[in-house]
């Protein structure tokens, strides 16, 4: 493996205060990213740090939307950890073609879109214009390990 400033995206994360981490853990039966092609999809991503959740419960009622926000960044953070560990290099992201976020909500939240632009800022000031995306933000009952968001990731490389 690289050391975390190997790559220009890995010392752009460095700029930013972070470092990759080591992929989490699949929580169930399933690879946390698999390719096909030139593409990379990756599982959903829960913001997991150090293999905990630091925040769990529904988005408008035990945890803020700001929380929440922060949340999907970390999970954003540890979809770049699964796409490095599938392709070996961040810099052969050609682009972030598409991000799904799923927000666990109380039935009165409708502030998904704000709780998934943690993830697309985050990917947007890492990648500049290769982590702009296509994407969808989601309200569900409930995620794994109650959870307050997740985060999917599609990215091409070369």
Known sequence: MQEATSSRVE????????????VAKPV??????VTTGNYV???????????????????????SAEEAKAQAQVAALNA???IKAEIGDLDRIKRIVKVVGFVSSDP????????I???SEFLGAVLGD??????????????????PVEVEVIAEFE
């Open 117 to 119: 632009n943690g993830a």
């Open 11 to 22: 010392a752009r994360l460095a700029e930013l205060g972070h470092t990759l981490p080591g």
């Open 80 to 82: 770049l950890a699964a």
């Open 41 to 63: 999809y990756t599982s959903g991503q829960l913001p997991l740090i150090n293999g905990e959740l630091s925040v769990v419960g529904k988005v408008g009622a035990e945890v």
């Open 28 to 33: 169930a039966a399933y690879l946390p990213a």
């Open 130 to 147: 290769a982590g702009l995306h296509s994407r969808s933000a989601v309200g569900v009952a409930v995620l794994p390990l109650d959870a």
């Open 108 to 115: 009165s939240f409708t502030g998904q879109p704000g709780v």
